[in-house]
């Protein structure tokens, strides 16, 4: 439904539109029930398996990711993705000025 409410508007240009498009996407994955404890089956099963030790992983994981964003350090595994190797990158595109 939120694909064909952001797609073909009149008016708007094809790169505003996907703006559109990924951003209200973003915002309705926020309330998904996938991305919470209580409403996730798989989450909750692992947890209650694992005694809460999943989340204590995640947590400490969370808290090295500042850490090394604080010290600007590259995050853990950054080495395997190498531009031209694992990665490919593309021309930024230019972004219109839709006030003229």
């Not at 996730?40 to 398996?49: F, M």
């Not at 995640?58 to 995050?75: Q, T, V």
Request: hydrophobic share 35%.
């Amino acid at each position: 439904m939120w694909h064909n409410a952001t797609t073909e508007l009149r008016g708007l240009p094809e790169q505003e539109q996907q703006v559109l498009t990924f951003s209200g996407r973003q915002l309705l994955d926020l309330f998904s029930p996938s991305n919470y404890i209580l409403t996730n089956l798989e989450v909750l099963r692992a947890t209650l398996e694992q005694g809460g030790a999943n989340l204590l992983q995640g947590a400490l994981n969370f808290i090295e990711d500042c850490e090394r964003r604080g010290s600007r350090k590259r995050p853990i595994g950054a080495d395997r993705h190498v531009v031209g190797g694992a990665v490919a990158i593309t021309p930024r595109a230019k972004w219109s000025n839709a006030s003229g």
